[in-house]
């Protein structure tokens, strides 16, 4: 979603610009997607409150002459606080792991790293001093867009989300979902397609197995691991997973996931709605919403092919187009007529996202890591942050944890000071 991110447009100008041409395959026969331009706005549900434009100083004089130097100050807080967690590359890159969430934020940014999920995105702008107006524009819309939540979201998960708008974003040709099925071939892994209904305990003096059990085609099955990595959510919404033979029994995950709903609309947009009554004159690709009680949406895009071929451009605004929508229930007739003139069809896709973040809490703790011995859970990760990067490096620190629990590596596990260490290594 950090596509429709306004701020990729307008404050991350101030970064470097995104690649417009394809790169060379990857070791998994991969390519970047072509870059298609589109523009950008801000809708407050009656009016448009700030548009991207052709010209990079006019945008930067409209972002001053509105919001002052705030747009400045959140630059420099999200670029501290990716500066920070990249650090996480090079301590897996020497095969160090963390065994709880909170130990490898605190190897990252320290204490702050670790209150950053515990304190809202939007207490923690004001407190640099990012104004109240700014945040009701431009960074409720942010996070409508991305998580469909308001800004009391843990000032963590805002970061990554403001992180995505820094303009170097980028697709895969075919679909982002050949990533996911390439490096999957690439492991050359025994996948069996199947749903996990329970891992039970079976311990010996000599040995220690864990047995999965699954349901495959109305059949029952199991095999038996040393080492079980739980790489989804536990929490009842979703489909549980049932833990036999564990003293003590684990807790029961606290919390939901939050729904969100995307309507793929084949139509004419309705332009009119967001003050173009003469639908050529319409000028943006995205639109997104700020957190007011008569927005429809979260966020509003023009979708372009999987695969986009040389020379080719965004369909004219007055022509029928495909557009993604964003929004927390599925749009009603009505709502629909109030987006679109007429339309061909709508396809609607609901599924629960990432965690329902609520109003932060400094009493909530964020979920282990280690279950047992050999049982991680790599999901609840998703409660520091939730976006495919955060969880990319939590895989990462799942794998080399159980590797160096298993070969006794305990040197490569939980050091403080790591980032010192390190250095004085080098």
Known sequence: MASLLLLAGLVSQLCAGQAGHPEPPGRIGLRHRRDVAGKSAIFNGDQLVLEETDWYL?????????????????????????????RVYKYQAHEYAFSSIEGLLRSLGGEHFVNMTQKSVSESL???GVSQRFIDDVISAVMKASYGQSVTIPALVGAMSLAGGQGNMWSVEGGNKLVCSGLLKLTKANVIHAKVTAVSLHSTEQKRLYEVQYEREGTLGSDYY???????????AGNPISFLNFQPHFPEPTGSYHRVVSSIVHGYLNSS??????PKLFPYASILSTDTPE????????????????????????????????????????????????YYSVQVIEWQAFPSYGTTSSSRALPPIVLHDGLYYLSGAEWAASSVEMIAVAAKNVALLAFNRWFEL?????????????????
């Open 58 to 86: 006019l945008n930067l004089f409209r972002l001053w002459w509105h919001y002052g130097i705030s747009f400045l100050r959140l630059q420099m807080w999200v670029e501290e606080v990716m500066e920070k967690f990249m």
């Open 126 to 128: 004001q407190s640099i």
């Open 226 to 236: 040393d080492l079980v990595i739980v790489a989804a959510p536990l929490q009842k």
């Open 273 to 278: 709605y967001f003050g173009f009554t003469d």
């Open 295 to 342: 927005a429809i949406f979260h966020s509003l895009e023009c979708l372009c092919p999987v695969n986009v071929s040389f020379g080719f451009r965004r369909k004219p605004p007055q022509e029928a187009a495909v557009w993604r929508v964003l929004s927390q229930r599925p749009l009603d007739r009505k709502e629909l007529k109030t987006l679109f003139k007429s």
């Open 410 to 426: 305990n040197e490569k596990i939980d050091q403080p000071d790591l980032l010192h260490k390190l250095k004085t290594e080098l």
